[in-house]
């Protein structure tokens, strides 16, 4: 086998281990877009444990391909960035979201993604994006099961002050 094969064998296993570790992936066009954006871009991925790429569309292909994903064939025409969210499903879709929005780019846009297996549209995608991440919704649980705790802190103390005063 010739050592080109080899090489994009090689790259076909690391995406399939990068979907296969992803929670979330989301593919865009990223036409048009500016060395300094695409920098912005992946430094704000960085910082959000978020990993942003660009892959030759058919090597994607085949790598889905392995792991018994279809849907997504008509995605993967033209320059295609991949971002993978690692640690939570909404990473991926929310840091591209932002990004978008807070440059007020038109030059990258969102054609769709998976999370787990499932083929996500753009829809979905922007969904996924609005959704609370899993720290914002453990803190919201915890806001309100010690919410209760500290009424009745208070309440507590109220009885407490009006006993003295007594």
């Given at each position: ?69 279809e ?15 690692d ?9 591209i ?70």
């Open positions: 086998m010739s050592s080109n094969l080899e090489a994009k064998k090689q790259v076909v296993a690391e995406i399939v281990e990068k979907l296969k570790n992803a929670e979330s992936m989301v593919i865009c066009s990223y036409s048009g877009l500016t060395v300094e954006q695409v920098t912005a871009l992946r430094k704000q991925c960085r910082e959000n444990d978020v990993h942003y790429c660009v892959l030759k569309n058919r090597l994607v292909y085949r790598a889905l391909q392995e792991l018994g994903i849907g997504l064939d008509s995605l993967l025409e033209g320059p295609n960035a991949f971002v993978f969210g640690k939570d499903v909404t990473a991926a879709p929310k840091n979201s932002t990004f978008i929005e807070k440059n007020k780019l038109t030059s990258l846009e969102i054609k769709g993604g998976l999370m787990g297996k499932e083929v996500m549209d753009v829809a979905a995608v922007k969904a996924l994006a609005a959704t609370p991440s899993r720290d914002e919704l453990l803190a919201t649980m915890v806001g309100c099961l010690v919410s209760p705790v500290s009424a009745l802190v208070s309440v507590l103390e109220q009885i407490a002050e009006k006993k003295e005063a007594a």
